[in-house]
């Protein structure tokens, strides 16, 4: 059974560069679409954008300028990179499996950021 | 990018009773890529429903989705505990994917 994890400092400053890696376990990266969501506290989802595997993205346009998404396969893991954040930036953010067809079906259990000096 | 409004934001009622909550795009979407999520507090969502109507991997019978175009369903015909929870429409035919805001269903 595929499972996710998170992990990445839960405190960033203003400005500065939010990092975060998702390690997939019981199964490989080499095949479906990866996705970053989060959800800043008590409101609702927001999709970040998501990789396949052999590196394309599909990136949020509200978010397009400041986001990266990669992909190490050898690791198993994929990555997260939001430049110049700010306290609206501040959410749980979640890493998760995107089926194509089947829409998100697996999530992390999510890892709360919190933008603050 | 495609705009969804759930109705009602909350919805108060009683272990055994039948919940309907709506679901609608400011346009078509696509392949009826339309997906319905259970979210518990301090937990992530939960995929019920892909496809506008099809139950995901162990989603009891209980859950069921509906609907086409613009105009979407989730209907849980008895209310076990622990389904009350905030459901979450998600549309994934069009880029960017986009959430609704969320249905509560609390006991009454």
């Known amino acids: 059974q595929v499972q996710l994890q998170e992990s990445g400092p839960g405190l960033v400053k203003p400005s500065e560069t939010l990092s975060l890696t998702c390690t997939v376990s019981g199964g490989s990266i080499s095949s479906y679409y990866w996705s970053w969501i989060r959800q800043p506290p008590g409101k609702g989802l927001e999709w970040i954008g998501y990789i396949y595997y052999s590196g394309y993205t599909n990136y949020n346009p509200s978010l397009k300028s400041r986001v990266t998404i990669s992909v190490d396969t050898s690791k198993n893991q994929f990555s997260l990179r939001l430049t110049s954040v700010t306290a609206a930036d501040t959410a749980v953010y979640f890493c998760?499996?995107?089926?194509?067809?089947?829409?998100?079906?697996?999530w992390g259990q999510g890892t709360m950021v919190t933008v603050s000096s | 990018e495609i705009v969804l409004t759930q109705s009602p934001g909350t919805l108060s009622l009683s272990p055994g009773e039948r919940a309907t909550l709506s679901c609608r795009a400011s346009q078509s979407v696509s392949i009826s890529y339309l997906a319905w999520y259970q979210q518990k507090p301090g937990q992530a969502p939960r995929l019920l429903i892909y496809?506008?109507?099809s139950r995901a991997t162990g989603i009891p019978d209980r859950f069921s989705g509906s609907g086409s175009g613009t105009d979407f369903t989730l209907t849980i015909s008895r209310l076990e505990p622990e389904d009350f929870a905030v459901y979450y429409c998600q549309q994934y035919g069009s880029s960017p994917q986009t959430f609704g805001q969320g249905t509560k269903v609390e006991i009454k």
């Open positions: 496809g506008a109507s």
């Open positions: 998760a499996r995107d089926g194509g067809g089947k829409s998100v079906d697996v």
